[in-house]
């Protein structure tokens, strides 16, 4: 069964920065491609950025150059460093995999105000 746990949320002032984590389990992580989704308040889901098994990286152009992907395969773990954050960065963020991302974790939640 495949398990995706998120953590690393909270609250913190524009500008600031925060690093999410995702423990990963069930599956081959390192043959996986992993994505990191989010969902700000009454809208819809969208994506943000992805680090394939091959190593490449892509990102949403509202997150390139202030948001970081990076993978531990050896600790079955995705990451998200994000900085300069900014309200609109408010959401809650899942890790995802799978066949459009299909399977997701519960999400942790990153509300960014002064």
């Known amino acids: 069964e495949v398990q995706l746990v998120e953590s690393g949320g909270g609250l913190v002032q524009p500008g600031g920065s925060l690093r999410l984590s995702c423990s990963a389990s069930?599956?081959?992580?390192?043959?996986?491609?992993m994505s990191w989704l989010r969902q700000p308040p009454g809208k819809g889901l969208e994506w943000v950025s992805s680090?394939?098994?091959?190593?490449?990286?892509f990102y949403a152009t509202s997150v390139k150059g202030r948001f970081t992907i990076s993978r531990d395969n050896a600790k079955n773990s995705l990451f998200l460093q994000m900085n300069d954050l900014k309200s609109d960065d408010t959401a809650v963020y899942y890790c995802?995999?799978?066949?459009?991302?299909?399977?997701r974790g519960p999400g942790t939640q990153v509300t960014v105000s002064s």
């Open positions: 069930g599956f081959t992580f390192r043959r996986a491609d």
């Open positions: 680090f394939k098994h091959d190593g490449r990286s």
């Open positions: 995802a995999t799978g066949d459009n991302n299909r399977y």
